[in-house]
């Protein structure tokens, strides 16, 4: 079994940035596409970042598009969410997720349903 944990969230003023980190433990990471998604209160949980497994495909949100980087690190397990230029708006809760496919159109991408596995979430507060 899969498990994701997130770290790195916090508080942060409006232009800042934030790295997000998340572990994976129990398989290697190797064959599975993964992803953060975000909720903000009130609202759906939307896909922001993902990256293929060869980590030749890197879908992102259009509003976080230049400002949001995603990379992982196979040996280590990690993926991480480099969060630059940060806006109020991005303030949500912010979900780590694996998929056991290896890439896929980007409604693929998109689709909460489509991923197997989640993190706990972390929250990330961006203050005006």
């Known amino acids: 079994q899969l498990q994701l944990v997130e770290s790195g969230g916090g508080l942060v003023q409006a232009g800042g940035s934030l790295s997000l980190s998340c572990t994976a433990s129990?398989?290697?990471?190797?064959?599975?596409?993964m992803g953060w998604f975000r909720q903000a209160p009130g609202k759906e949980r939307e896909f922001v970042a993902g990256?293929?497994?060869?980590?030749?495909?890197?879908p992102y949100l259009d509003s976080v598009k230049g400002r949001f980087t995603i990379s992982r690190d196979h040996a280590r397990s990690t993926v991480t969410l480099q969060m630059n230029s940060l806006k109020p708006e991005d303030t949500a809760v912010y979900y780590c997720?694996?998929?056991?496919?290896?890439?896929?159109?980007?409604?693929?991408?998109?689709?909460?349903?489509?991923?197997?596995?989640w993190g706990q979430g972390t929250q990330v507060t961006v203050s005006s």
């Open positions: 997720v694996a998929a056991v496919w290896s890439d896929g159109n980007i409604a693929t991408w998109r689709d909460r349903n489509e991923y197997h596995y």
């Open positions: 990256m293929s497994s060869g980590g030749d495909n890197t």
């Open positions: 129990g398989r290697t990471l190797g064959s599975y596409a």
